[in-house]
């Protein structure tokens, strides 16, 4: 079996968690006008952030963003419309 380690973390999660990258994967329970580049940059290789951003060209409206990180850059796909709390910088 495979070592499962999950890790809850209090903080301002537009910083992300450089101490403990690269990360397999990023589940976001807070969504914003785009993904945080910390996040980005700490996702690994072969690695999936799934995360509600704000719909381009649709006011306030969320849609499911899915990014997977390859060793030539990353891979985006939108799904459908989502409802999460907003992510703000600086809040804990």
């Known amino acids: 079996l495979r070592e499962t380690r999950v ?4 903080g301002d999660g537009m ?11 990023i589940i ?7 993904l945080p580049q910390a996040w980005l940059d700490q996702l690994a290789i072969g690695g ?10 649709r006011h306030g409206e969320q849609a499911l ?9 990353y891979l985006r796909s ?3 419309s989502v409802h999460f709390v907003p992510l703000m ?3 804990a």
């Open 65 to 73: 963003v899915i990014v997977d990180r390859t060793d030539n850059g």
């Open 28 to 34: 976001a329970a807070a969504g914003g006008e785009a």
């Open 89 to 91: 910088a600086g809040r």
């Open 15 to 25: 910083l992300g968690h450089p101490g403990g990258a690269p990360f397999d994967a």
């Open 7 to 10: 890790r809850l973390l209090h």
């Open 78 to 80: 939108e799904h459908e």
């Open 48 to 57: 999936r952030i799934v995360a509600p951003v704000q719909a381009p060209g």
